[in-house]
């Protein structure tokens, strides 16, 4: 009697999952308010153990083996973080600069402004390529920003948004993909991610194209969410392929596994890589 | 079967599961601790305590994952079910006997996740089985970790009462 009704129970609860899946499923038009909303409650929650686990790992870090040397360490590793991603920028912008100077009589474009941000947690769904950081809408982070580290690019911020977290999806992820240009001969095309080793794909680029390994990726600019001149990855393998397009794997300059602090381009991207000063 | 026990172990599994997520990001191997929660509580509690452990983690993983809500949900569900089911049928109580059940019950779910996909997809996902092996390896040595420590805490709370006991009557003696 009791299997029976425990039987029926699973029968109830599965139905009720196949109605919750059908109505998102059917539905194209925002996000269910229980994913906001779970995903508001839990990244509060998840700030506050990670909070306690770095309090704990520091405390015993600073106590026990490097009192004080610690912090500081985290503090220059965060601003040699900005650093770098400010001297790339600048370098992306002065090459830009230098163009310009020649054909329109020096026009510079400002930098964006970034945000610093702490990587605090990863996805949950196994295989997931992303993760979750401590910076959200009420510290100006908005969709489709791009997110980018000291070596270069690391993806960009996807919805739904907290006030004190957002979702960043990785560059190296199945959708994700990026307006790219080659450094040497600044032929575009497109990077995305998803494949296995290593796994990103420069595509579109025809075979006339000379393209040797070692070669760096850029971002283009072009899709309106990385600024152009960000070092995506550099070229691992390049063979002629079918249709006329060259067949190129390209290893990210990031090593996402090991994420700590990166950086939120807050500007929209066509302004900051491109805008005349007022 | 201790409701709140369930919901503890669940809540646990899906912290630790979204803390060590971001180490897994280019790893060889994945792991699920919520299910290792999920098929702990089916085996220590019953069916429906898998079932509501299922329930419970596969929808706040799914809401977290910013995916489709209640497909985790489901496939959980009906694991930590038919897990619990199973733990009544054999007796299972040392912690290397659950580790079978555990192994199962990834793979079980795995095909689960990738079927309902496949269905809202509408076309049949590639299943990498060296991936699902792998994750169904993590998986085990976690549960087993976890079943060890379940089965050593009682004991160790226990002797630190003894103790305590034993030293208080040695002072008024």
Request: charged share 15%.
């Amino acid at each position: 009697m009791l299997r029976r009704s425990t039987f029926s129970l699973l029968l109830i609860i599965s139905l009720g999952h196949v109605l919750v899946i059908s109505a998102q499923v059917q539905s194209k038009s925002g996000l269910p308010v229980i994913q906001s909303v779970a995903f508001g409650v839990f990244s509060r929650f998840q700030q506050m153990t990670t909070g306690v686990a770095d309090g704990v790992r520091s405390g015993w870090a600073k106590y026990f083996a490097l009192r004080g040397v610690e912090r500081d360490n985290e503090q220059l590793r965060k601003r040699v973080t900005e650093l770098e991603a400010q001297l790339q920028q600048e370098q992306a912008q002065a090459a830009k600069a230098r163009g310009l100077e020649e054909a329109l009589n020096l026009q510079r474009s400002l930098p964006a402004p970034t945000l610093a941000a702490r990587v605090i947690a990863g996805n949950p769904q196994p295989g997931s390529l992303e993760v979750m950081i401590d910076r959200g809408s009420a510290d100006g982070v908005k969709a489709d920003m791009a997110v980018v580290g000291s070596r270069g690019v690391i993806g960009r911020v996807i919805g739904p948004l907290s006030p004190h977290a957002a979702r960043v999806q990785l560059i190296v992820g199945l959708n994700a993909a990026a307006g790219a240009t080659l450094e040497k001969s600044g032929v575009g095309g497109v990077v995305s991610g998803g494949a296995k080793d290593p796994p990103l794909r420069l595509e579109y680029i025809p075979n006339l194209v000379d393209v040797q390994p070692g070669e760096r990726v850029l971002t283009s600019g072009q899709d309106g969410i990385y600024p152009s001149g960000f070092v995506i990855g550099i070229v691992e393998k390049s063979e002629k392929g079918r249709n006329g397009q060259r067949d190129i794997s390209v290893r990210p300059a990031v090593d996402v596994s090991h994420l700590e602090v990166v950086l939120v381009i807050l500007g929209a991207p066509a302004k900051a890589a491109g805008s005349r000063p007022s | 079967m201790k409701i709140t026990a369930v919901i503890a172990v669940v809540l646990l599994a899906v912290t630790l599961q979204v803390a060590l997520a971001r180490y897994m990001i280019g790893g060889r191997f994945m792991f699920d601790l919520v299910l290792v929660g999920v098929v702990f509580a089916a085996l220590q509690w019953g069916p429906v305590a898998g079932m509501l452990a299922g329930t419970i983690g596969g929808l706040l993983q799914d809401a977290l994952a910013g995916g489709i809500i209640g497909v985790g949900g489901l496939a959980k569900t009906i694991v930590g079910y038919f897990t619990g089911q199973i733990g009544t049928q054999f007796v299972l109580t040392r912690p290397r006997a659950r580790i079978l059940p555990l192994a199962v019950a990834s793979i079980v779910h795995r095909l689960l996740m990738l079927s309902v996909t496949g269905l809202i997809d509408q076309r049949w996902p590639n299943i990498s089985w060296p991936a699902m092996l792998g994750e169904t390896g993590v998986n085990a040595v976690c549960g087993l970790i976890a079943f060890l420590a379940a089965e050593a805490l009682p004991d160790a709370i226990s002797r630190g009462r003894m103790s305590r006991r034993s030293s208080l009557s040695r002072r008024q003696w």
